[in-house]
């Protein structure tokens, strides 16, 4: 069961401060998210960029989030460049399939998976930018405008 590092809820006083400690515990480890050594110099730019538009202080990752966020950057690396294939020779090819396709395919499942596991899907965004704004928080979604950024390339 996932825990709510930001609820208001009542609860008590022992759990209230077992989610805070997690919650700086994670804060703390934040600085030592490093990509993977197998990535690419364009992936490790990608990781950069998704480490600046998360929201550390409502996401809170540590460390070993720093190897899903790799993977995260590689297969959005793979899904914009079997995109790019797909765009450049069509859907069929020689009276095939694409197989850049099934690469693209498989790609946003792990993506989609990716973003799930590390709280960052539309829902949770959603969440973030409504506590913001309780908040008065003026910043909006970071990840919207990282997606419509690679729309433009």
């Known amino acids: 069961m996932a825990i709510d590092l930001n ?4 609860e008590s006083k022992e759990r209230r401060l077992d989610r805070e400690q997690g919650k700086a515990v994670l804060q703390q480890q934040q600085s030592k998210i490093k990509p993977s050594d ?3 110099r364009h992936q490790k730019f990608i990781f950069k960029k998704l480490i600046e538009m998360i929201d550390l202080d409502n996401t809170p990752l540590s460390s070993i989030d720093g190897i ?12 914009a ?7 450049k020779d069509g859907i069929i090819i020689k009276n095939k399939r694409n197989p850049a ?5 498989t ?5 989609s998976q990716l ?3 590390l709280n960052l899907t539309y829902n949770r965004r959603i969440t973030a930018v409504m506590n913001s704004i309780e908040n008065n928080d003026s910043s909006v979604d970071p990840l919207s405008s990282f997606l419509s950024d690679d729309e433009d390339d």
């Open 101 to 105: 396709i099934m690469i693209r395919n």
């Open 38 to 40: 197998s990535l690419n």
């Open 7 to 10: 609820t208001k809820r009542h």
């Open 81 to 87: 460049q079997a995109t790019q294939l797909i765009n």
């Open 107 to 111: 790609s946003l499942k792990n993506v």
């Open 68 to 79: 899903d966020l790799s993977q995260l950057a590689l297969e959005l690396d793979i899904l």
């Open 115 to 117: 973003l799930n596991d």
